[in-house]
């Protein structure tokens, strides 16, 4: 397809499970993000790649969420031993190379913790 | 600290009239604004975006004003149209990340 994919859309998980995002940018797109929104709240950074390489991972909330990118192309944000205020939607997003460009959303996996 | 401010979480404006969503922002060093528009169930689209060297940029029904001294930027929107009922986000991107404000739920009246 021709934008960002991101899989599944909706997942239900059980506090202490663990769970994994996935997103497939648009083809060629070197800059990767992954953001979270909480509800009725604005995206919040998470995490950036370029390429492979993960440049800024400050936004990540704790330890039990990690994301990679092993071959530039398709990321996963993974987290463990989720607990309720993990419940979000998660964004993954996509650019091109270049400064001052806008990102391309996927439409978001929507994680509900019971 | 919220660095980019949406001071209002709705607004409603009738059909053909003039929509104006307003952004504040705390860093003076940003130097390039986004807007983006959120359907429900949808990520958000890119809408349209300024740079700081401007003052404003226009494209179609949707033009972007940009105050740097009073970091103060405004989305005008003209005719307003139903299919503009959204939440528009408000963005600045200083380096490697888009920081977004919350967000103003915008309801076109008929």
């Known amino acids: 397809g021709a934008g960002v994919s991101q899989s599944p859309r909706y997942k239900v998980a059980k506090r202490g499970q663990d769970v994994a995002l996935r997103c497939d940018p648009i083809?060629?797109?070197?800059?990767l993000f992954w953001y979270q929104q909480a509800l009725g709240q604005g995206p919040e950074f998470l995490t950036y790649?370029?390429?492979?390489?993960?440049?800024?991972k400050s936004g990540l909330p704790s330890d039990r969420f990690f994301a990679e990118r092993p071959e530039g192309s398709v990321s996963t944000l993974k987290i463990q031993r989720t607990q309720q205020e993990d419940s979000a939607v998660y964004l993954c997003?996509?650019?091109?190379?270049?400064?001052?460009?806008?990102?391309?959303f996927g439409q978001g996996t929507r994680l509900t913790v019971v | 600290d919220q660095q980019v401010k949406q001071n209002s979480p709705s607004l409603s404006v009738q059909e053909g009239r003039i929509s104006i969503l307003n952004c504040d922002y705390t860093n003076s060093m940003f130097d390039y604004f986004l807007w983006y528009k959120k359907y429900p169930a949808e990520g958000p689209t890119f809408l349209i975006s300024i740079s700081s060297i401007k003052d404003k940029n226009e494209d179609g029904r949707f033009t972007v004003f940009l105050n740097k001294s009073a970091k103060h930027l405004s989305l005008h929107i003209v005719p307003s149209q139903p299919g503009d009922s959204a939440v528009y986000f408000c963005a600045a991107s200083p380096d490697d990340k888009i920081i977004f404000g919350k967000g103003t739920r915008l309801h076109i009246l008929p």
């Open positions: 997003a996509s650019t091109r190379q270049g400064e001052y460009t806008e990102a391309f």
């Open positions: 083809s060629g797109h070197v800059s």
């Open positions: 790649f370029q390429n492979e390489a993960q440049l800024d």
